[in-house]
């Protein structure tokens, strides 16, 4: 059962609970994934690969301690090919610190980007644990 009332779309798809109607969020999602240009047209192509499992091969770990799994432009290169292939601008990090950086600094979850904000990554020490791994209850609420 629904927490809160049914609401309506303006445009007049069926009632939905949440903040936006899915049918026009998947719309608007798919306008954005359509405009975008492909991965691959972005420059991260077989090259890329080779690079980046490389640079991971002699850099392993994130700052964090855990596994880094990604490898992040500091600066973000916005097409520009000599920004993205400048060695000292990548870092290595753990898909977790990564996307926390990238939803920090390049305006994630729908916020417009914010250049000043820093990502100051967690520091040196054992890897993060899931609250599963904690103490096997829901300690993280306190």
Request: proline share 9%.
């Amino acid at each position: 059962m629904p927490w809160a009332a049914p609401r309506h779309c303006a445009a007049g798809h069926p009632s939905f609970t949440g903040r936006r109607c899915p049918v026009c969020a998947a719309a608007a999602q798919a306008r954005v994934d359509a405009a975008r240009p492909t991965a691959r047209k972005r420059g991260y192509d077989s090259k890329w690969e080779k690079a980046r499992l490389g640079f991971l091969g002699s850099h392993p770990t994130c700052s964090c301690g855990a596994v880094a799994t990604v490898v992040d432009h500091i600066v973000p290169h916005k097409g520009d090919k000599k920004l993205f292939w400048d060695r000292s601008n990548w870092q290595p990090l753990c898909a977790s610190c990564h996307n926390r950086k990238t939803a920090t600094e390049d305006g994630g979850f729908g916020r417009p980007a914010r250049g000043d904000r820093k990502f100051d990554p967690p520091a040196a020490g054992p890897a993060p644990q899931s609250c599963a791994q904690t103490s096997g209850k829901w300690d993280f609420w306190g």
